[in-house]
């Protein structure tokens, strides 16, 4: 399927269509005080084989989080397009600008991507580029993978995101694309899943998508870049891109969920964090996760901070020193079967 790409303001000029391996960049025009006549660059690569699907693959779409970004890089050069079936395409920094910012969010509007689907085509730039992934691009696949991590501000266990559609149409090719990424925990998104995400464009958009959680604290992790690495390409074979690569490596998955609000950690003052536990730690109701010293007044007992429930702490903050409510910790409950 050929994709409408002159419904973007974002011009492509990478041929998306016919067989090979290709790189480019998108030219995400927006005329402000740094770049007032010229363009933002936004990587892009293609690899298009035989008959078969065509899958979407993406990273960076927070630019603090640098371990799928790597990973899509390396797959790409690593792949043969003669032992590719269908088409794969590349956005490895979808938000580049924010990427080269080392930050979270676009120094060009301070927006966070991951909240301004479903985007605005003659919008700020990470509208434009919501705008471009979810009406041009997600129409024209069978699949999506987007690729996250805890960036700077926090570490995640590594873990695959499948989201439970309302009508449940999707959640099976949804699950099984989990399953197959190999992750240690499934990550089963609900009714608490935002709506702004690329999560919620896929499943308005019909795609089967995972997202992932690879580690963060702003920088790679070895072991966790290399359960990415094998993950990417097990999903490969179980979309039918490339031959099958077996599961024997990897252990059967938590599958867990936020099942309340609450079971997201705010940190209650301003102060010194000693955290006992780390994400990936199974902790129990009422646990002691944290302690929380008074900067201004030492002599203050440090404050508790105590698992809400019991579960996977599946991700962890990453600052020594808080604000009052920065986050803490994730705390997910296991569904049952
Ligand atoms: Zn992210």
């Known amino acids: 399927m050929s994709f409408e790409l002159a419904r973007s303001r974002i011009r492509c000029p990478l041929d ?16 402000d005080n740094a770049n007032p006549l010229g363009v933002y660059p936004v990587p892009i690569m293609a690899i298009v084989g035989g008959p078969g699907p065509t899958t979407l693959l993406v990273a960076g779409v927070h630019g603090d989080e640098f371990e799928g970004p790597v990973a899509l890089i390396e797959l790409f050069q690593q792949l043969d397009p003669a032992r590719v079936r269908g088409r794969l395409l590349f956005l490895p920094a979808l938000n580049a600008p924010a990427v080269r910012a080392s930050s979270r969010v676009s120094p060009l509007d301070g927006a966070n991507l991951n909240r301004a689907f479903p985007g605005d085509r003659d919008g700020p730039p990470t509208a434009m580029l919501a705008h471009l992934v ?6 024209g696949c069978d699949a999506v993978i987007d690729l996250h991590a805890g960036g700077k501000a926090s570490f995640f266990t590594p873990c695959a995101l499948a989201a439970r559609t309302a009508d449940g149409a999707l959640s099976p090719a949804n699950m099984a694309l989990a399953e197959a990424f190999g992750a240690p925990a499934i990550w089963v998104l609900g009714r608490h899943n935002d709506d702004r995400s690329v999560n919620a464009a896929a499943t308005r958009q019909n795609v089967p998508m995972i997202a992932a959680e690879l580690g963060g604290n702003g920088a790679i ?27 024997a490596d990897c252990v059967s ?12 950690l705010h940190a209650p003052g301003q102060g010194l964090l000693e955290p006992l536990v780390v994400a990936g730690d199974m902790v129990r109701e009422g646990q002691l996760l944290a302690r929380l010293y008074a900067l201004d007044d030492p002599a203050r007992p440090p404050v508790g901070i105590h698992a809400p429930t019991t579960g996977l702490v599946l991700a962890a903050g990453a600052r020594g020193h808080v604000e009052h409510g920065d986050f803490l910790a994730l705390v997910a409950t296991e569904l049952a079967g």
Request: hydrophobic letters at 40%; proline letters at 8%; one cysteine or more.
């Open 253 to 264: 998955p938590r599958v867990v969920e936020i099942a309340d609000a609450g079971h997201s």
């Open 16 to 31: 998306l269509e016919s067989p090979g391996k290709r790189s480019g960049n998108l030219a995400l025009k927006y005329s």
């Open 221 to 247: 992790t070895p072991d966790i870049l290399a359960l990415a690495r094998r993950g990417l390409r097990r999903c490969l074979a179980h979309l039918g891109h490339l031959d099958g690569m077996p599961l």
């Open 134 to 139: 979810e009406s041009v691009l997600m129409p």
